[in-house]
């Protein structure tokens, strides 16, 4: 924990990531944060291959058999019920050049709903 505004490597106390050096290939990795996901994860997911000749277009794609179905469930009782489903999985064509990190410390500001993830 620093105790002082800024730290001995000169990183503020509560600054913004906006991105990441990649040491191997010297370029800036752009950050993007999902505002579902659980604070104390990071997701890594490459969208392209080092390798130009792979025939991996994309690295995910979504397989969709059913895009949205809704059932409108007969009137049994006193309301009109029905549910809508998604029939899909989510295919990883390079899962090797994809990571997840979790249990990374938290930085003590709250999250609604009120999360464990970083005790």
């Given at each position: 924990?620093?105790?002082?505004?800024?730290?001995?490597?000169?990183?503020?106390?509560g600054?913004v990531?906006?991105?990441?050096?990649n040491?191997?290939?010297?370029?800036?990795?752009?950050?993007?944060?999902?505002?579902?996901?659980?604070?104390?994860?990071?997701?890594?997911?490459s969208?392209?291959?080092?390798?130009?000749?792979?025939?991996?277009?994309?690295t995910?794609?979504?397989?969709?058999?059913q895009?949205?179905?809704?059932?409108?469930?007969?009137?049994?009782q006193?309301s009109?019920d029905?549910?809508?489903?998604?029939?899909?999985t989510?295919c990883?064509?390079?899962?090797?050049?994809?990571?997840?990190?979790s249990?990374?410390?938290?930085s003590?500001?709250?999250?609604?709903?009120p999360s464990?993830?970083?005790?």
């Amino acid at each position: 924990m620093i105790d002082n505004a800024t730290g001995s490597d000169g990183v503020k106390v509560g600054a913004v990531v906006q991105s990441l050096l990649n040491e191997v290939t010297g370029r800036e990795v752009q950050v993007s944060v999902h505002p579902w996901n659980p604070q104390g994860n990071a997701i890594i997911r490459s969208k392209t291959l080092p390798m130009p000749m792979s025939n991996i277009s994309e690295t995910t794609a979504l397989a969709t058999v059913q895009d949205f179905m809704q059932i409108q469930w007969p009137a049994i009782q006193f309301s009109y019920d029905s549910s809508i489903f998604w029939v899909s999985t989510l295919c990883h064509y390079a899962p090797s050049f994809s990571a997840v990190i979790s249990g990374i410390a938290g930085s003590g500001i709250g999250t609604l709903p009120p999360s464990d993830a970083d005790s």
